[in-house]
């Protein structure tokens, strides 16, 4: 189970996120969401929205940064667009299963 403090901090990585993207749909998954990490884990985050470019790939690791670097924690962050996660390769692919099983909605 997330910790209280890595809640806290995915709770202001969405909110950040989500000031920029009020659509977004955000999952936290991984080691910190099974309450299983390590000190040095980095908190994994899949962000989908509806159209993703690289000056909104950038936007997203700013932020991810950001809030990680205030909270001494990296934030890792996988962005797709909603046809790549829904129907395309990655629809397929055991991490997006992984993500949608046992990840955390934000």
């Known amino acids: 189970m997330i910790s209280g403090e ?35 884990s980095d908190l ?12 909104i790939d950038g936007l ?9 670097f205030e909270k001494d924690l990296v934030i890792s962050t996988i962005v797709l667009d909603s046809d790549q996660f829904e129907n395309g390769p990655m629809s397929e692919s055991s ?5 949608l099983r046992e990840g955390l909605t934000a």
């Open 6 to 40: 890595d809640r806290n901090i995915l709770n202001q990585f969405t909110e950040r996120i989500r000031r920029h993207f009020p659509g977004a749909r955000i999952w936290a998954f991984g080691s910190r969401v099974r309450g299983i990490a390590a000190w040095d």
């Open 95 to 99: 991490l997006v299963d992984n993500i």
């Open 60 to 68: 997203v690791r700013d932020i991810a940064w950001e809030v990680g």
């Open 44 to 55: 994994d985050v899949c962000i989908v929205l509806d159209h993703v470019d690289n000056k």
